[in-house]
């Protein structure tokens, strides 16, 4: 999109809080700034959620926390995010903003490898539970996280994969990176998948739609 374009359709569109704003500006500052959502894409994923009515969320890879943020002040007061992610670091940063914005109460962190915390939510009797799920995370793992948060929705849930574009390369067959192989598998099994409705949207690096049947 012409950065023209882009700069009108956030002046007419976003309605981002003042702390999910200051967040992504500072995690713009970030060596690893890259790996944030778009504005535009976490203002949809609310818009979602809110349709949804979705009151218990999961999400595979939290970064700096501005997906997670997004989704706490979407849900309602009694509302829950799962979160998981592997880094203290990053997610020192997260915690920070999620109490600024007085949501921490509905962020249950986990620190450990996603597909760990996702089995034990499995283990714990939790398939079926969940309302949407956000997946964003170590690209050649998305397969095994996709087929455990399928599980986990509820029918009717609604998981959304991010970066299933990969910057273009998944169009091009000679492209063998470990990443771009992986989401160019995942984007060719999601299509015959009859588990789920389907749609692959041109947002930001490429948003996959997932509607468990």
Partial sequence: MPEELYAYLLE??????????????????HPQGIMQIAPEQGQFM?????????????????????SALVTALALPEDGRVVACDVSEEYTRVARRYWLDAGVAHKIDLRLAPAVETLDALLADGAA???D??????DKQAYDA???????????????????????????????????????RRLNEKLHTDDRIHLSLLPL????TLALKK
């Fill in 204 to 207: 930001a690096d490429g948003v």
């Fill in 46 to 66: 609310a818009l979602l959620m809110r349709l949804l009515g979705a009151k218990k969320t999961l999400e595979v890879g939290v970064f700096t926390g501005y």
């Fill in 12 to 29: 007419a569109s976003l309605q981002e809080p003042e702390v999910l704003r200051r967040l992504r500006e500072e995690t713009a500052r």
């Fill in 128 to 130: 079926g539970t969940f």
């Fill in 145 to 183: 996280y996709y087929e455990r948060t399928l599980t986990l929705l509820r029918p009717g849930g609604l998981v959304a994969l991010d970066n299933m574009l990969q910057s273009g390369r998944v169009a091009d067959p000679s492209d063998e990176a470990p990443a771009v192989v992986a989401i």
């Fill in 132 to 137: 949407f799920a956000f997946i964003d995370a």
